[in-house]
């Protein structure tokens, strides 16, 4: 597709329920991110992959966050046991390599996540 | 660790009154710049980066130069309109072994006729 997807836009969900995000890159990006849009707050860095390895783990706010990726392409962000705290828009961006700093990620349209 | 500070907004001007949005930033090595634009119902687009110390980054008339002297990137546009309208974030990606970007909170940016 011309640019980054992400599947479903909103998402209504109950408290403790599991949620799965999807994310489907532009072809041929190496490199994909998911990131958390707080309401009133900029964006929270959660994972990168590089293929389909996560080299960078670091933004996960806890082990009830998980994500993966299928080659270099689809990545789903699960989260286990919503909580009220969790909701938000989770962005999903991809980038050509990722391997250098000049690169420009390019952002998917989000899904809204509200946890009641 | 790395940080981003924008101008808190919102913003409200005038069609064609001159438009700066503070930011400054924190890094760790030589970050690239970025300037994100966020239209009301639509994604995160990048409206321009810059990528080393005087670079001078432009799209859609807006502009922001790269000041490593006093760790800066303000954006501007001479004349803005209507359809500026949007919510705009700075953002910065640190050197080698950074992968994320750091984002400021965003300044939202209101134009009226």
């Known amino acids: 597709g011309a640019g980054v997807s992400q599947s479903p836009s909103n998402k209504v969900t109950e408290k403790g329920k599991d949620v799965e995000l999807r994310c489907d890159p532009i072809?041929?990006?190496?490199?994909l991110y998911w990131y958390r849009q707080r309401l009133g707050q900029g964006l929270e860095f959660l994972i990168y992959?590089?293929?389909?390895?996560?080299?960078?783990k670091s933004g996960l706010p806890s082990d009830r966050f998980s994500a993966e990726r299928t080659g270099e392409s689809v990545s789903t962000l699960t989260i286990q046991r919503t909580q009220q705290e969790d909701s938000a828009v989770y962005l999903c961006?991809?980038?050509?390599?990722?391997?250098?700093?000049?690169?420009?990620?390019?952002f998917g349209p989000g899904t809204r996540l509200t946890v009641l | 660790g790395d940080s981003v500070t924008q101008m808190e907004g919102p913003v409200t001007l005038s069609e064609e009154a001159f438009l700066t949005i503070n930011c400054t930033y924190t890094?760790?090595?030589?970050?690239?710049l970025f300037w994100y634009v966020q239209y009301p119902g639509e994604g995160l687009q990048l409206l321009l980066k810059?990528?080393?110390?005087?670079d001078k980054g432009s799209n859609k008339g807006f502009e922001a130069t790269y000041r490593k002297e006093t760790t800066s990137f303000h954006l501007e546009k001479g004349s803005v309109q209507v359809s500026d309208s949007a919510v705009y974030f700075c953002?910065?990606?640190?050197?080698?072994?950074?992968?994320?970007?750091?984002f400021g909170k965003g300044t939202k940016l209101s134009v009226i006729p």
């Open positions: 810059a990528t080393k110390a005087d």
């Open positions: 953002a910065l990606r640190s050197g080698a072994g950074s992968y994320q970007l750091t």
């Open positions: 890094a760790t090595g030589y970050p690239s």
């Open positions: 992959f590089q293929g389909n390895s996560a080299p960078d």
């Open positions: 072809s041929g990006h190496t490199a």
């Open positions: 961006a991809s980038s050509s390599s990722g391997a250098t700093y000049t690169d420009t990620q390019y």
